[in-house]
């Protein structure tokens, strides 16, 4: 065949699969406790009923004042759960304490812009840019004096748990990514998608509107519950369960949170300079080589690829797990125990 042909072939094919890569992520009291591990812990019983993660901690970290659950015995092996978009820490009501009773120290983050987590000054830009968040969590370990952990996330969890263990692999023991490899970057954004594909990312382009914005500050909760349902088809939960989770979507800095996150994808805002040299590793689609177990719910309703598109990218140890049986999105609440079994089967990979 003619060579400059292939050539342009394979630079649009590559650009294709990039793109598709970076598009297929989810669809995200009392005084400071010391910034040391010598805070007591909660520790919820097995089998503890939702919203029983016990009382928030709070941290500085980084930029933030993060509030926390902890579950589970001080010396033990540490495990970071993150949440993702719009959900928030109860994804794991059932999780952390199950993880506790095997002798885990649990810890569950809200991500900036999400529950009690707040900003330590009001200079400081709302950037919901994802190697952002990953840095908040090294900031969270480095606050807490936590040398490695094991992470586990979904949706923008998932995200950051994936840059945390391809740039700073030392920090992390194993990781838990729900939908796999969601690594992306700017450039690959720009780059369009088949319209069946495009046609699921719609509220990307809604937050990219200025009426997106003021809808989504005006409508939010109504616009998770909708998020909820769409993503997860099968998940009949009650009013109480979401209610749980929406409280956390009225931090001062939610919306601007998100609507930055998305406007930074499709390259209509830009990011902090410091993030840039991350930024283009990141760009790189850098393999992720700590022991890993990917997820996916069978019912799973967010936009998402198949793991053999992105199973090349994990070169350690690699496991992936399909969990049947009408499982969404949010799979760390809609099927505990496999994400548990999955956390724990990670650590000993």
Do not use: C
Request: aromatic content about 12%.
């Amino acid at each position: 065949m003619y060579g400059e042909m292939k050539s342009s072939r394979r630079r649009f094919l590559s650009a294709a699969v990039v793109a598709i890569l970076t598009m297929s992520a989810a669809m995200m009291g009392m005084a400071h406790a010391q910034s040391g591990p010598s805070a007591a812990a909660s520790s919820a019983p097995p089998g503890a009923p939702p919203g029983s993660l016990g009382p928030l901690k709070h941290v500085h970290a980084g930029v933030l004042d993060v509030a926390y659950a902890e579950v589970g015995p001080l010396d033990g092996p540490v495990v970071i759960l993150l949440h993702g978009w719009p959900y928030d820490i109860h994804s794991y009501d059932q999780v952390a304490p199950a993880l506790a009773a095997k002798g885990y120290r649990v810890l569950v983050p809200y991500a900036r812009g999400y529950g009690d987590t707040h900003f330590l000054s009001a200079a400081t830009m709302r950037n919901g840019e994802p190697v952002a968040l990953a840095r908040d969590a090294i900031d969270f370990m480095d606050a807490l004096h936590i040398k490695r952990a094991v992470f586990g996330g979904f949706d923008w969890g998932a995200r950051t748990g994936d840059i945390v263990a391809a740039l700073w692999p030392e920090r992390v023991k194993a990781l838990v990514s729900v939908s796999g490899y969601l690594i992306g970057s700017q450039d690959s954004g720009r780059a369009p998608l088949p319209p069946k594909a495009e046609y699921q990312w719609w509220y990307q382009y809604y937050f990219a509107t200025e009426r997106g914005r003021i809808g989504y500050q005006k409508y939010h909760h109504d616009f998770a519950k909708l998020i909820w349902q769409l993503a997860s088809p099968k998940w009949k939960f009650d009013d109480a369960t979401f209610e749980r989770s929406a409280t956390a979507f009225d931090n001062p800095d939610h919306v601007a949170i998100t609507i930055h996150n998305y406007r930074w994808r499709l390259d209509l805002a830009k990011g902090e300079a410091k993030y840039e040299a991350l930024e283009q590793r990141l760009a790189q689609f850098p393999k992720i080589s700590v022991p890993t177990i990917t997820m996916e719910g069978d019912a799973n309703g967010a936009p998402h690829l198949p793991p053999e598109a992105y199973a090349k990218q994990f070169t350690g140890k690699y496991q992936f797990r399909l969990i049947t049986g009408g499982i969404g999105h949010n799979l760390p609440e809609e099927a505990p125990q496999a994400f548990t079994q999955a956390v724990i089967d990670a650590d000993h990979m």
